[in-house]
């Protein structure tokens, strides 16, 4: 059962004891969170404070499957920081059904359902036919253009089937490729198909010289932040359960590759998701 909302606004719990810089942070996002999963059932409401204090204005819970999809959209209309979107993750592609394409076009309307994903393809684990993961995720590529809502695109192993997909199908109300993984060769023509690129935890890895290579070079207008918690923490907690608060982790180096300051960073990469998710409310 998920909490209920305390009522208390993001932007008005921000701790201003002296002690503290938290007053002065920036406000920012995370652009994508599973906030819904079981590693949060216990501390909810810490681990959303914990954000509030380094300054996470917003959070985009995603949706991975059915059960997941109304959680999300379940926790949206309890937490006005909150948003949600709502798909079926490649791993679930064997469990759809036209039920299950009709119960999320119809959460899809939701005020607060701002995107359609995580959708793609994982060549890595292969829990559904590759075959079948590609009909279903060209399937949801339909279904977001008929909402009008941008696509959220999970890439594991199988960037040249889905650069292919998105160029036969594209989505007409554009996309971000969360947690992007792939090569600079390949980000070019995704931007010019005027895809978004998001970075998270593995940014600031040691050996993430492909990822640096293309978050240095992608336009300002361009890039996102996220978590993906509670998966992929950043360098300081490999090892441990990912949260929203460490989403400036990826901010700070994102502005240490790109030579310029924290503030920019997270100005550059809250107006692009308010641009790219164009229901959200600012």
């Known amino acids: 059962m998920l909490p209920t909302d305390t009522g208390t606004d993001i932007n008005t719990n921000i701790n201003t004891d002296s002690t503290s810089n938290a007053a002065t942070i920036p406000l920012i996002w995370d652009s994508h969170a599973h906030l819904d999963d079981n590693r949060f059932k216990g501390d909810l409401e810490e681990v959303l404070g914990r954000a509030q204090e380094v300054g996470i204005r917003r959070m985009l819970n995603v949706g991975h499957s059915e059960v997941s999809s109304r959680h999300s959209m379940d926790m949206a209309e309890r937490y006005d920081f909150i948003y949600a ?35 793609g393809l994982d060549y890595y684990r292969d829990l559904s036919p590759r ?81 640096a290579e293309v978050a240095a070079q992608v336009p300002g207008d361009r890039f996102l932040v996220e978590t993906d918690c509670p998966y992929l923490p950043p360098q300081p907690y490999r090892g441990k359960r990912n949260e929203p608060a460490y989403v400036h982790h990826v901010v700070e180096r994102l502005a240490q590759i790109r030579n ?11 107006a692009n998701i308010v641009r790219l998710f164009h229901k959200v409310q600012g």
Request: aromatic share 10%; charged share 20%.
């Open 85 to 119: 979107s709502v798909g079926i993750h490649p791993h679930d592609a064997k469990d759809c059904t036209s039920a299950t394409w009709d119960k999320l076009a119809l959460w899809a309307k939701h005020p607060k359902v701002v995107a359609w994903g995580e959708i």
């Open 131 to 211: 075959d079948l993961q590609k009909r279903v995720f060209i399937e949801q590529i339909a279904l977001a253009n008929a909402a009008g809502l941008p696509i959220i695109i999970h890439d594991r192993d199988a960037h040249g089937d889905l650069v292919n997909i998105v160029k036969n199908h594209p989505p007409t109300s554009g996309g971000v490729f969360h947690s992007y993984s792939g090569s600079w060769e390949m980000a070019k023509g995704l931007l010019d198909q005027g895809f978004y690129l998001s970075f998270s935890g593995p940014l600031t890895y040691p050996d993430s010289r492909r990822a």
């Open 260 to 270: 310029c300051s924290y503030e920019e960073i997270a100005e550059l990469s809250s």
